[in-house]
């Protein structure tokens, strides 16, 4: 019912910056938060942020520490997260998180993106 297209992954030196977005398409769903999680292989997966799309809260990571802003375009249903100070420890799968109700079936759904990394190193 959504998919979820990201961008923006790749390689940067530490002290670096990638900018990922993630749109969402689809029919009869409306979205209520989008956000991002990451996961290294061997460990859980983990909160990077979101957003709320009613009224723009964000939720971030303890790690993040003003490091990440994440935002969107309600318009294009599009979420972009902009990393800034990239350190070798956010090397990582970055995925794409959608919530939301499905208008059709009247019930709660959420989607995943597959992944772009994001690889730290010098």
């Known amino acids: 019912q959504v998919q979820l297209v990201e961008s923006g992954g790749g390689s940067v030196q530490p002290g670096g910056s990638l900018r990922l977005s993630c749109t969402a398409s689809?029919?009869?769903?409306?979205?209520?938060?989008m956000g991002w999680y990451r996961q290294v292989p061997g460990n859980e997966r983990e909160l990077v942020a979101t957003?709320?799309?009613?009224?723009?809260?964000?939720v971030y990571g303890d790690f993040v520490k003003g490091r990440y802003t994440i935002y969107r375009d309600g318009a294009k249903n599009t979420e972009y997260l902009q990393m800034s100070n990239l350190r070798p420890e956010d090397s990582a799968v970055y995925s794409c998180?959608?919530?939301?109700?499905?208008?059709?079936?009247?019930?709660?759904?959420?989607?995943w993106g597959p992944g772009t990394q994001v690889t730290v190193s010098s």
């Open positions: 689809g029919r009869d769903f409306s979205i209520n938060v």
């Open positions: 998180r959608c919530d939301g109700l499905s208008r059709h079936y009247e019930s709660l759904a959420n989607f």
């Open positions: 957003i709320r799309s009613n009224d723009g809260r964000t």
